[in-house]
């Protein structure tokens, strides 16, 4: 039996070729920042609000109509795929929340486990020290999800983009077409969240507002995607 070629991303070239892209398509993606800070704005004053429902769907819809808009998929604005499309972020939504759920519950379940009542108390102890605030905590976590989110996040986001633009949107097959790039995703998750940290730093360095922040967040979030619709014309659409 003939042994599958395994794609690898350049992970590199996809970050340069993203770049160009950007630069050559300023003026609309400039447009999708700007769309996409006042959704982020208005995400945070509606936060724990009902209002935050039709802010997510507005959301969801723009990036839509860009990876349509990107993959020139007419007309942009079609409900039909949106919806369809709704099957695997389901499914993501669903595998993400089922982990976090299981990273918050963890650390309590030695607590569940019949253990003697002094260890106990000083576990209860530990726990309310050191996991309540702790930005040692935080940290930790947010390894955890970078060093997951290749299976939770990236390669099931394709077959969301692919469902969008009318092909298939089964998560298995987007998994199995990106199969043996673990590293090559956790590189890429790496750079944005190290450019997170950044824009982050300096958010707090110079007092921003939450306001203020999201102008500098706004444009990361573009390049993004703008990097995922490259992976996916890598693994896809790509006959080479």
Partial sequence: MENKRIKKIPVFEILRNSGDYCRQNFAVLAGFTLLNYFLLVCGIYVWK???LLPIVFAAYVLWSYFFRYYFKRKPYLDLS???Y???PSTKIVVLSVLFM???VVLPFVPLFLGLSP????KYAHFLQKYMQDSDWVDLGLNLIVVLFSPWLIYRPFLAWISALI???GKLGFAWSKSAGNYFEFL???LVFNFGMMILNALVDHLGLPLFAAMFLFAPLFVF???VLAKIYEFFFLDNV
Avoid: K
């Fill in 224 to 226: 993004l995607n703008v």
């Fill in 49 to 51: 609000t009902f209002w």
């Fill in 187 to 189: 590189v890429i998750s």
């Fill in 118 to 121: 002094e260890f106990n108390e």
């Fill in 81 to 83: 795929p949106i919806f």
């Fill in 166 to 168: 009318g092909r298939s």
């Fill in 101 to 103: 759920s299981v990273m």
């Fill in 85 to 87: 499309s709704m099957v």
